[in-house]
């Protein structure tokens, strides 16, 4: 499985935007890999880069629960 590389996060402008945006290359031209709410959870680049499509989903899986458990 492709690794992901030339990661960056793409930021909302403003709260109607929706989610940011995780954007990696695989090898194929840039894709969306997922997004999620900077105000519950956050990512940066440096801790997805080289990670699979599937690790990056359950590191986000992993962050999702936390907060989500944070917050009972």
Do not use: N
């Not at 030339?6 to 194929?28: Q, S």
């Not at 940066?44 to 907060?67: F, H, I, P, R, W």
Request: hydrophobic share 40%; aromatic share 8%.
């Amino acid at each position: 499985m492709p690794v992901m590389r030339g990661v960056r996060i793409e930021m909302p402008k403003t709260m109607f935007e929706g989610g940011a945006r995780v954007m990696a290359d695989l090898g194929h031209g840039e894709e969306k890999i997922f997004e999620f709410y900077p105000d519950e959870i956050s990512f940066s680049a440096t801790e997805l880069e080289g990670k699979t499509v599937d690790e990056a989903l359950s590191l986000k899986q992993q962050k999702d629960l936390a907060y989500l458990q944070s917050s009972i």
